[in-house]
Every structure is written in structure tokens, then in C-alpha cells.
């Protein structure tokens, strides 16, 4: 069982940058797919970036492809998302999640596990 728990979240203006952790619990970290999700009011839940267990292999929705970067410290069971150029549109909450597949996948129902999400605001 992995438990995950996501800070780094706040307020900034347009074209501001933040970086989110989420870290995670458990001595089987390396062992699962790490993906971030997004959930904006009155929106379903969206698939942002994902991460396979050794961190090599990347995938981004379009909407956040060249501005926003996902990472992971195995050592510190701690993953990551730099988000850089930050619009309105990208204002949610922002869960991370963990998945046992093999490949960085951007399916919401493949992840187990996931964090409680911490508030990002963009204002214009």
C-alpha cells in the first residue's frame, strides 16, 4: 500500500511558475507508475503527466506538453511537478496518484492510490 501526500500548491499570477511534491509512504515506491491528475470546479477529474518506475519515460497531456515537467527522487519517495508559464486555465486541485502498470499511463482508472490534492490558483 502507498499512501501520498501533495504540497507545494498556492496562488500565483499568470506566467508564474510552482513546483509540486507529493511524497509517498511505503518501501515499494519504485515499484509503481506515478501520475499527476487535475480536477478544476464542476470538471472531471483529467489525466496532467505520468512517470514510469525508473522516471526514463514521460507522458503529458497536451494542454501542459512544454510547460510543465514531471520527476521522481526513488531515494526520497518523492515525486514532482514543475509547472512553468502558468495560465487561469490550469487553476485546480492537483492530486498525485500511483498506478501498478508498466508504461506512464494517462488513464484515471489505472491508479490505486492517490493523495488527498493540494489547491493551485492562477490569476490573471
Known amino acids: 500500500q502507498v499512501q501520498l501526500v501533495e504540497s507545494g500548491g498556492g496562488f500565483v499570477q499568470a506566467g508564474d511558475s510552482l513546483r509540486l511534491s507529493c511524497a509517498a509512504s511505503g518501501r515499494t515506491f519504485s515499484s509503481y507508475v506515478l501520475g499527476w491528475f487535475r480536477q478544476a470546479p464542476g470538471k472531471e477529474r483529467q489525466f496532467v503527466a505520468a512517470t514510469t518506475m525508473s522516471g526514463v519515460y514521460t507522458n503529458y497531456a497536451d494542454s501542459v506538453k512544454g510547460r510543465f515537467t514531471i520527476s521522481r527522487d526513488n531515494a526520497k519517495n518523492t515525486v514532482y511537478l514543475q509547472m512553468n508559464s502558468l495560465n487561469p486555465e490550469d487553476t485546480a486541485v492537483y492530486y498525485c496518484?500511483?498506478?501498478?502498470?508498466?508504461?506512464?499511463?494517462?488513464?484515471?482508472?489505472?491508479?490505486?492510490?492517490w493523495g488527498q490534492g493540494t489547491q493551485v490558483t492562477v490569476s490573471s
Open positions: 496518484a500511483a498506478a501498478l502498470v508498466s508504461y506512464a499511463s494517462p488513464v484515471l482508472g489505472h491508479y490505486r492510490y
